[in-house]
């Protein structure tokens, strides 16, 4: 059993970013009545930030505490992968609410996602991890920054992909009024794009760690495979949208597949593979 | 002729043949899961064969990929990569081996070697001497670091120590040496056959202390019955507490089953058995290790990078290039024309 001291700021984080969810609905049915950016939605995108922020500072503090009590970071259990997922996409959407004022509706879809790890960890029993001796290595902090970010990457890009889908709703095309299919289609894009790099380096990054580790730098186990189908997927999105006039609901389809394909290779292999990488014993 | 060629050659650079080959490799890679033995290495170097293909006749052909210098970088790194990935699959060599401390390395003793057709590595000129090692564990069997002491020729008639262990391994003539999970303990017996001259040799226990439980096995000396040995240890392994296992620190009995004797052998007790009489001179222990060879690691790695480095490249001059747009656009109030940007 655990002595989980870090579970009351985990809750204190989740209910930050529960408010926040709120306040993106709110931001939304406020932007349809005024159907323009005045300042009752400047301002309640300023709340949601402070509240997304003051979240991760909460999930920095579950995260340090239990990091302070094992001796090592949360890299390793599915309870430490979520509640370390929780803390970095909310961190990186921040920045990106913050610099990217157009995306900012899309918090209504990327909450929400972001709800699918919060509501998980909950049911999580938070027992103590084992650090194995192979995760001594530098390349862990590599690996795992870039994942992070290309995680996020790919969640900003679903987010804006699912308002694409949102907007032709009978009803709800007035709360995404702002922006156009085709603006909406480029940005979500981009921020595949850029994914793409991330995980490349992610990929590269966990190839050197795997060959340190266990003297091999690639051997198809379950996460991998899925690691590696999911940065083809993006190559392949990419590579449709340039060979076919694909219609912008359909490219938003394929982003909501590959973000659902990286959530696959992050949280449901640890179900079929006993450990992260079958090599951890 | 030329004009049929240029045709050829267009087609087998088109991007719709390259989504072909990359859902091809998806199912490939998706066979490949797990590194199935009835899977054929072909579901993987088909699409890869295909889309090398495909990319090398964009390079050449299509000034969309040529002209643009990180999206040619980035392709250029796609193709280095399935490259020497072949490379070193026709190059490398794998196989594993158990060390006893005190033993030379000899490569005659390795287990299931495997190696790709031209492998032309120098196994037989690596040199070390398995040492002692050490391997901390935390309470509830929770293995920590692996410390495993090589003796190494200096290069000058002498030697030099080298500490590897889990995450760094020793790398000889290019063959890197990686600890394993696997060690145990090794009874060193001697066996005088009757009227013959005395061997002796070691017999492998099984893996401690996962096997903890059962630590025997068998040999059947020449001109003798098969005798069944059981190593009763005393590691100072506890579950509760943190335990370190070292091979010097440990000591054991060894139980002797041969025909309808049992005996209890202490160190340096001997017994005559059918056939001859059996020694306990002493008890060592073994380390396993994995040995890879494979030339192209590193410039896989610098190939990989050059990619990634090209594809940022390419999409900070395009977005650049995009934002510049965007704000002229937004200058001049016309439709928007965002398409597959
Ligand atoms: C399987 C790995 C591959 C990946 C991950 C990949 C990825 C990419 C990416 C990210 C771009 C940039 C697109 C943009 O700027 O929006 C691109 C462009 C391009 N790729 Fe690939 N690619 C791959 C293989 C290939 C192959 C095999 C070909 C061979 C034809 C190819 C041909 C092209 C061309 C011609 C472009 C430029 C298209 C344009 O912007 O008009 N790629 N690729």
Redesign the pocket.
């Known amino acids: 059993m655990s002595e989980a001291t870090e579970l009351p700021w985990l809750w204190a984080g989740l209910s930050a970013y529960a408010v926040a969810t709120i306040l993106a609905f709110r931001g939304v049915v406020i932007l349809a009545k005024t159907s323009a950016i005045s300042p009752p939605v400047r301002s309640n995108e300023r709340l949601l930030l402070l509240l997304l922020v003051s979240g991760v500072l909460l999930l920095a503090m579950a995260l340090g505490v239990r990091w302070e009590r094992l001796g090592h970071g949360p890299f390793i259990n599915l309870y430490e992968l979520l509640a370390s997922q929780l803390f970095s996409l909310g961190l990186i959407f921040a920045l990106v609410y913050w610099r990217v004022p157009a995306l900012r509706t899309s918090a209504v879809v990327v909450m929400p996602l972001i709800w699918l790890l919060g509501s998980w960890v909950l049911m999580l029993e938070p027992s103590d991890s084992h650090f194995p001796p192979t995760y001594n290595n530098n390349w862990l902090w590599v690996h795992v920054g870039f994942g992070k970010v290309f995680l996020s990457f790919c969640l900003v890009a679903a987010g804006l992909a699912g308002i694409i889908l949102l907007r032709g709703v009978p009803g709800l095309g007035r709360w995404f009024a702002h922006m156009s299919d085709a603006a909406l289609d480029q940005m979500a ?1 981009r921020f595949m ?1 850029l994914a ?1 790099v991330f995980d490349s380096l992610m990929l590269i990054a966990g190839a050197v760690w795997a060959q340190d580790a266990w003297g091999r730098y690639w051997q198809w186990d379950a996460l991998e495979t899925s690691a590696f189908m999911t ?2 997927s ?2 392949a999105g ?2 449709a ?2 060979s076919y006039k694909i219609p912008v609901r359909v490219g938003a389809l394929v982003i909501l597949a590959i973000f659902g394909l990286a959530f696959v290779t992050y949280f449901g292999t640890p179900y079929f593979s006993e450990a992260a990488h079958k090599g951890v014993v | 002729m030329m004009g049929r060629l240029h045709r050829c050659g267009r087609m087998l ?3 719709r ?2 989504l072909v ?2 859902v091809l ?1 998806a199912v490939g890679a998706g066979l490949s899961y797990g590194n199935p033995v009835t899977t054929s290495v072909w579901v993987l170097v088909t699409p890869l064969g295909l ?2 293909l ?2 090398f ?2 390079i050449l052909v ?1 000034p ?2 040529n002209r ?1 210098g990180g ?1 040619l970088m ?2 250029i790194g ?1 193709l280095s990569i399935v490259v020497l990935a072949a490379l070193g699959r026709l190059t490398y060599y794998e196989a594993h081996i158990e060390l006893l401390s005190g033993e030379s390395f000899d490569p005659a003793n390795v287990i299931e070697p495997r190696q790709g057709p031209w492998h032309m590595g120098e196994l037989d000129e690596v040199e070390f001497v398995q040492g002692p090692y050490t391997v901390e564990y935390g309470s509830a069997l929770k293995r920590g670091p692996t410390r495993s002491y090589l003796a190494l020729p200096d290069g000058s008639g002498g030697w030099r120590e080298e500490v590897v262990g889990d995450d760094t391994p020793l790398v000889l003539k290019g063959y890197r040496f990686y600890t394993s999970f696997n060690k145990g303990f090794a009874p060193i017996l001697s066996w005088t056959p009757t009227g013959g001259v005395p061997v002796t040799g070691s017999v492998h226990m099984p893996a401690y202390p996962l096997f903890e439980y059962k630590q025997d096995n068998s040999w059947t000396p020449p001109g003798g019955s098969e005798i069944k040995f059981w190593l009763r240890l005393d590691t100072g392994y506890t579950e509760e507490s943190a335990w370190v296992l070292d091979g010097r620190q440990a000591s054991g009995v060894l139980i002797v089953n041969s025909g309808e004797q049992r005996l209890e052998l202490q160190l340096g007790d001997e017994v005559a058995l059918a056939g001859g009489r059996l020694r306990y001179e002493a008890l060592n222990s073994w380390l396993g290790y994995k040995i890879f060879y494979d030339p192209t690691l590193k410039w896989l790695f610098f190939a990989a990078i050059l990619g990634v480095v090209g ?1 940022a490249r ?2 900070w001059s ?1 977005f650049d290039a995009l934002s510049a747009a965007a704000s002229l656009d937004s200058a001049s109030p016309t439709t928007e024309k965002v398409v597959n ?1």
């Open positions: 894009w794009m793409l940065w083809l993006i190559g990419i590579h949208r340039l | 650079a088109s991007t043949l390259t080959g990359m490799l889309l090398s495909n990319l006749a964009a299509q969309r990929i643009r999206l980035f392709h796609l594809l390419h999409y395009k940007r």
